[in-house]
């Protein structure tokens, strides 16, 4: 595979400035070594040294590379932040070597989210594929990528649960399940880190936001978020510890407070759970200007303050503010912060340098020097047959009404959207270092299938909003939607125009980029009217009506749904995501993708998700009561389940088979089902598990993921799948916060979405 490089990692290291030798060589990559030296290097630095270790910075107009090199030299940075080149990171590093007194190497992180050069699908996304070899295809790749432009850390993986589609970042995790996102962080922090994060192309990640950042009131971003303690131990931190199993070395704190405490200055939360239960040993970063807002949050009276509390609640390393530098040393003098505990956060720093390798060679992501890439967009560099695999995987059939697709190569096809022909909503939010112009349209990739054999006519149809706010806030940061000459109309009589002459219509419609991002929560989570204008006109002239969507959450598509004769959810796909939807619709590829979130039918619905309590008044459609837990003028259930996704095959998933009617303590038994194909073309399929605990001492959820297998199978073809359970998946926080498997039945639901199951039970004795 392309990711396996056998380059020889020739650095000569005289070929790079003298170093402090006795500071620098081959050491151990052992926690024992490491602390060793660690504690002696300690030993050897002034308290500026150390608080000069804390300080993250961001690289930008206002901290300029001059400002840089003054704090380099005044060992002021122990870690640069935005810096993307090997050029610029190896100036730095040159600057660290010949200006500090020293030569603590610096250590360069980015947000390495959904790949580096190559843009992969957004993590939602991602999620789509439940295809753990793919995620670490894609963690191995985001992390040679960001290895070869010099990075050492990544601010991945984002494991915050969410079930609210309301905000706008869930597009950067991977939904509202905690079972899934947890094996996709795991996923990513096993490919991206390698073997260790000191190897060549390996970086070190940094999950995030710790914690619980994705249950923001009302999916406002920025909110605050308040559970009990229960919800946030079973639904929303095991995704980060999985992370943290998985050896992941930062954790990024989160923005938000939890329960009346924000993160930032959450010492329960940094240290008696994470240092003090989890054992984690890396470092602990506020995010981007966190710990000034601790002022805002009202624990803390003016910054001084904001840099005492963080320190002190656990926070060690501080992103893009300079008040650690400013205020940690007259703290220091004053005794309200001691130099242990200034020496705890700095060893923290040190530690993770210590497991970048960078103690051996602090140029080990360089190379010598000379190897720089002339061009860092060259072509090259990319690795597009394996982004086109991916993003197919994580595609949604969400219908297919009379097979209208796959599309026959041949006739008159128009394709119709503001979203058909971008490149920059193609590569999706958090596009890390890859380039709109190199991204495949979905109208260049629908060209390069059906060239020579059909005829592709295109039009824009409409902006993909008309609302002159929104366009001002999508174009705050760059040039993301450009006013049309024409007017709405025109481009509007333009596409009917052209849909007249088509025997098919496919219509690119959704989100630009930008509305499914940090800081772009929406209240209103349908297609904008720009938009639904455009479809009510395509409509009226009684083609056949393809729907691919491009959008970065859940979106209420109910007038959609019945408008369609297909519906395709393509999420932000990536640099080759033109090429991968054309796969889809042409039938080169057939679908497979599951949605990682419910998909609402309006946001009154919020917050909709599958593994929820009964209640005490279960709804029963088929039993209407008015004393029932429901709304009167909407369905209680979202228009598409989790885990739900179509195929251009079927399957049949045959009754469960227990090995056993009893589950001995801490015992096991298995459940299996076979799954066959029973249409006529090959096809793959997510075989899910969800177990209930029928009857416990605290209410527990109607179902809850607790398995899932991708499976490939030939037209024909059957496969049994079969699902070990132990003990580990029956456990839950009990009303005394004791994790707990109690006795009792089970209920054992398998399927291949979360709606439809077979179903069969076990004691657990
Ligand atoms: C975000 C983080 C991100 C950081 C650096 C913050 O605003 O919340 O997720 O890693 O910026 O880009």
Request: proline fraction near 5%; hydrophobic fraction near 40%.
């Given at each position: 595979m392309k990711w396996i490089y056998s380059v020889s990692l020739a650095v000569t290291l005289a070929m790079q400035p003298a170093f402090a030798d006795e500071l620098f060589g081959q050491h151990p990559l052992t926690p024992e070594a490491r602390d060793a030296f660690v504690t002696d290097l300690l030993k050897k630095m002034t308290l500026d040294e150390k608080i000069g270790q804390l300080r993250l910075i961001t690289v930008g107009p206002v901290v300029t590379k001059e400002v840089i090199r003054d704090m380099i030299q005044h060992e002021q940075v122990g870690a640069i932040f935005n810096t993307v080149t090997r050029q610029d990171i190896r100036a730095m590093q040159d600057q660290v070597m010949q200006l500090s007194r020293l030569k603590i190497p610096l250590f360069f992180a980015y947000d390495v989210?959904?790949?580096?050069?190559?843009?992969?699908?957004?993590?939602?996304?991602?999620?789509?594929?439940?295809?753990?070899?793919?995620?670490?295809?894609?963690?191995?790749?985001?992390?040679?990528?960001?290895?070869?432009?010099?990075?050492?850390?990544?601010?991945a993986p984002m494991v915050d649960v969410t079930r609210e589609p309301r905000w706008g970042r869930v597009s950067e995790g991977f939904g509202e399940d905690t079972f899934l996102t947890?094996?996709?962080?795991?996923?990513?922090?096993?490919?991206?880190?390698?073997?260790?994060?000191?190897?060549?192309?390996?970086?070190?990640?940094?999950?995030?936001?710790?914690?619980?950042?994705?249950?923001?009131?009302?999916?406002?971003?920025?909110?605050?978020?308040?559970?009990?303690?229960?919800?946030?131990?079973q639904d929303y931190l095991p995704p980060y510890k999985a992370a943290l199993d998985a050896g992941s070395g930062g954790v990024m704190v989160a923005l938000n407070s939890v329960n009346g405490v924000p993160a930032t200055s959450d010492s329960w939360l940094l240290k008696d759970v994470l240092r003090d239960d989890w054992k984690f040993k890396g470092i602990t970063i506020s995010d981007h200007g966190a710990i000034k807002e601790l002022i805002n949050h009202g624990v803390a009276s003016d910054p001084r303050d904001a840099v005492r509390v963080a320190i002190k609640s656990g926070v060690n390393m501080s992103m893009?503010?300079?008040?650690?530098?400013?205020?940690?040393?007259?703290?220091?003098?004053?005794?309200?912060?001691?130099?242990?505990?200034?020496?705890?956060?700095?060893?923290?720093?040190?530690?993770?340098?210590?497991?970048?390798?960078?103690?051996?060679?602090p140029y080990s992501h360089l190379g010598p020097k000379g190897s720089d890439p002339v061009d860092t967009n060259a072509e090259s560099r990319?690795?597009?047959?394996?982004?086109?695999?991916?993003?197919?995987?994580?595609?949604?059939?969400?219908?297919?009404?009379?097979?209208?697709?796959p599309l026959k190569k041949s006739g008159t096809i128009a394709l119709i959207g503001p979203l058909a022909d971008s490149q920059l909503d193609m590569i999706g939010s958090w596009s890390a270092a890859a380039v709109a112009a190199q991204a495949v349209t979905l109208r260049q990739g629908m060209e390069n299938a059906v060239a020579?054999?059909?005829?592709?006519?295109?039009?824009?149809g409409a902006n993909v909003t008309d609302n002159q706010g929104i366009k001002d806030f999508l174009n705050l940061y760059e040039n993301a939607v450009q006013d049309e000459s024409r007017s709405a109309q025109q481009m509007l009589d333009e596409a009917v125009a052209t849909a007249q002459k088509a025997d098919v219509l496919v219509v690119a419609v959704g989100e630009a980029r930008g509305m499914a991002h940090e800081a772009s929560s929406r209240s209103d989570i349908t297609i904008p009217p720009s938009q639904l204008k455009l479809l009510d006109a395509l409509k009226a002239t009684g083609k056949p009506?393809?729907?691919?969507?491009?959008?970065?959450?859940?979106?209420?598509?109910?007038?959609?749904?019945?408008?369609?004769?297909?519906?395709?959810?393509?999420?932000?796909?990536?640099?080759?995501?033109?090429?991968?939807?054309?796969?889809?619709?042409?039938?080169d590829y057939n679908p497979s993708g599951k949605l990682p979130m419910s998909f609402p039918r309006s946001v009154g619905q919020i917050?909709?998700?599958?593994?929820?309590?009964?209640?005490?008044?279960?709804?029963?459609?088929?039993?209407?009561?008015?004393?029932?837990?429901?709304?009167?003028?909407a369905a209680n259930g979202p228009l598409f389940p989790f885990g739900y996704g179509l195929s251009y095959t079927s399957f049949d998933?045959?009754?469960?088979?227990?090995?056993?009617?009893?589950?001995?303590?801490?015992?096991?038994?298995?459940?299996?089902?076979?799954?066959?194909?029973?249409?006529?073309?090959?096809?793959?399929?997510?075989?899910?598990?969800?177990?209930?605990?029928?009857?416990?001492?605290?209410?527990?959820?109607?179902?809850?993921?607790?398995?899932?297998?991708?499976?490939?199978l030939k037209a024909g073809e059957s496969q049994t799948v079969s699902f070990p359970i132990d003990v580990e998946a029956l456990t839950f926080w009990n009303a005394r916060m004791q994790q707990v498997a109690e006795s009792g039945k089970f209920s054992v639901m398998i399927g291949l979405d979360s709606a439809k199951t077979q179903n069969a039970e076990f004691t657990y004795l």
């Amino acid at each position: 595979m392309k990711w396996i490089y056998s380059v020889s990692l020739a650095v000569t290291l005289a070929m790079q400035p003298a170093f402090a030798d006795e500071l620098f060589g081959q050491h151990p990559l052992t926690p024992e070594a490491r602390d060793a030296f660690v504690t002696d290097l300690l030993k050897k630095m002034t308290l500026d040294e150390k608080i000069g270790q804390l300080r993250l910075i961001t690289v930008g107009p206002v901290v300029t590379k001059e400002v840089i090199r003054d704090m380099i030299q005044h060992e002021q940075v122990g870690a640069i932040f935005n810096t993307v080149t090997r050029q610029d990171i190896r100036a730095m590093q040159d600057q660290v070597m010949q200006l500090s007194r020293l030569k603590i190497p610096l250590f360069f992180a980015y947000d390495v989210i959904h790949g580096q050069r190559t843009a992969f699908p957004i993590p939602l996304g991602l999620a789509a594929s439940w295809d753990l070899d793919a995620v670490a295809q894609v963690g191995r790749i985001s992390a040679y990528e960001a290895a070869d432009d010099g990075l050492n850390m990544t601010w991945a993986p984002m494991v915050d649960v969410t079930r609210e589609p309301r905000w706008g970042r869930v597009s950067e995790g991977f939904g509202e399940d905690t079972f899934l996102t947890s094996a996709m962080g795991r996923t990513l922090v096993e490919s991206m880190q390698g073997k260790s994060p000191a190897d060549r192309y390996s970086v070190m990640t940094s999950v995030k936001h710790f914690a619980a950042y994705g249950a923001v009131e009302g999916g406002r971003e920025y909110n605050t978020v308040d559970m009990s303690p229960q919800r946030l131990f079973q639904d929303y931190l095991p995704p980060y510890k999985a992370a943290l199993d998985a050896g992941s070395g930062g954790v990024m704190v989160a923005l938000n407070s939890v329960n009346g405490v924000p993160a930032t200055s959450d010492s329960w939360l940094l240290k008696d759970v994470l240092r003090d239960d989890w054992k984690f040993k890396g470092i602990t970063i506020s995010d981007h200007g966190a710990i000034k807002e601790l002022i805002n949050h009202g624990v803390a009276s003016d910054p001084r303050d904001a840099v005492r509390v963080a320190i002190k609640s656990g926070v060690n390393m501080s992103m893009s503010d300079e008040y650690y530098s400013k205020y940690l040393p007259g703290l220091v003098k004053s005794g309200e912060v001691s130099e242990q505990e200034i020496d705890d956060a700095t060893r923290h720093v040190l530690n993770v340098k210590y497991d970048m390798g960078l103690f051996n060679d602090p140029y080990s992501h360089l190379g010598p020097k000379g190897s720089d890439p002339v061009d860092t967009n060259a072509e090259s560099r990319l690795h597009r047959s394996e982004a086109r695999d991916v993003a197919r995987k994580g595609i949604v059939l969400l219908k297919n009404r009379l097979e209208t697709l796959p599309l026959k190569k041949s006739g008159t096809i128009a394709l119709i959207g503001p979203l058909a022909d971008s490149q920059l909503d193609m590569i999706g939010s958090w596009s890390a270092a890859a380039v709109a112009a190199q991204a495949v349209t979905l109208r260049q990739g629908m060209e390069n299938a059906v060239a020579g054999k059909a005829t592709l006519l295109y039009a824009k149809g409409a902006n993909v909003t008309d609302n002159q706010g929104i366009k001002d806030f999508l174009n705050l940061y760059e040039n993301a939607v450009q006013d049309e000459s024409r007017s709405a109309q025109q481009m509007l009589d333009e596409a009917v125009a052209t849909a007249q002459k088509a025997d098919v219509l496919v219509v690119a419609v959704g989100e630009a980029r930008g509305m499914a991002h940090e800081a772009s929560s929406r209240s209103d989570i349908t297609i904008p009217p720009s938009q639904l204008k455009l479809l009510d006109a395509l409509k009226a002239t009684g083609k056949p009506l393809v729907i691919v969507l491009m959008n970065g959450r859940p979106l209420a598509l109910v007038k959609e749904h019945q408008q369609s004769d297909a519906l395709l959810e393509t999420w932000f796909s990536g640099t080759e995501g033109g090429n991968a939807i054309a796969d889809v619709l042409f039938g080169d590829y057939n679908p497979s993708g599951k949605l990682p979130m419910s998909f609402p039918r309006s946001v009154g619905q919020i917050p909709i998700y599958y593994n929820h309590l009964n209640t005490g008044r279960p709804y029963n459609a088929q039993k209407p009561n008015k004393y029932t837990s429901h709304y009167y003028d909407a369905a209680n259930g979202p228009l598409f389940p989790f885990g739900y996704g179509l195929s251009y095959t079927s399957f049949d998933v045959s009754p469960v088979k227990m090995s056993a009617t009893t589950m001995p303590r801490n015992g096991k038994v298995t459940a299996s089902v076979t799954v066959t194909n029973t249409g006529d073309r090959d096809g793959a399929t997510v075989v899910q598990m969800y177990l209930r605990d029928q009857v416990a001492s605290i209410s527990r959820p109607v179902k809850e993921l607790k398995g899932f297998k991708r499976i490939m199978l030939k037209a024909g073809e059957s496969q049994t799948v079969s699902f070990p359970i132990d003990v580990e998946a029956l456990t839950f926080w009990n009303a005394r916060m004791q994790q707990v498997a109690e006795s009792g039945k089970f209920s054992v639901m398998i399927g291949l979405d979360s709606a439809k199951t077979q179903n069969a039970e076990f004691t657990y004795l």
